[in-house]
């Protein structure tokens, strides 16, 4: 059993952090439970802008809208990250927001969104950031 005690506080550790989730009891009337998911884009294609804002928008009509038609929201952002050589690259960048009620098959359009970014304009990486919310509309 003491051997076992380092791994259930460890796990109870982690469950706790889940206390902080919404859920139907904390989320106001009116709302329910949710989560944003944020899509980061790069636009440089080696060390220039390569994806103009109109391709950009024809990404959007072509490989978001049609998964994600109940909306989202796009905005220019500048990035900055370190890729694979390890050289940190400054770039300009879109930032996808999309609020989710956690439909089944959410995950795999996400998964696609980021594969068809990647190989339609050379991109090493898309960064995707999940947080719980609660979502009224």
Not at 55 to 66: C, K, M, N, S, Y
Not at 99 to 126: H, I, N, T
């Amino acid at each position: 059993m003491r051997r076992l005690a380092p791994v259930v506080l460890a796990v109870g550790a982690l469950l706790g952090g889940c206390a902080a989730l919404p859920s139907a009891a904390v989320c106001p009337a009116g709302q329910s439970p949710g989560r944003e998911v944020q899509l980061f884009f790069g636009r440089n294609v080696g060390d220039r802008v390569g994806v103009s804002e109109a391709e950009f928008g024809r990404f959007v009509d072509d490989e978001l809208t049609p998964r994600f038609p109940d909306g989202l929201t796009v905005l220019d952002a500048a990035g900055q990250w370190r890729g694979a050589s390890g050289v940190i690259g400054r770039e300009p960048s879109k930032l996808v927001i999309l609020a989710l009620p956690g439909r089944a098959g959410d995950e795999a359009k996400l998964d696609a969104v980021r594969a068809a970014y990647k190989a339609r304009f050379s991109q090493e990486a898309v960064m995707v950031a999940t947080h719980p919310i609660c979502l009224g509309f």
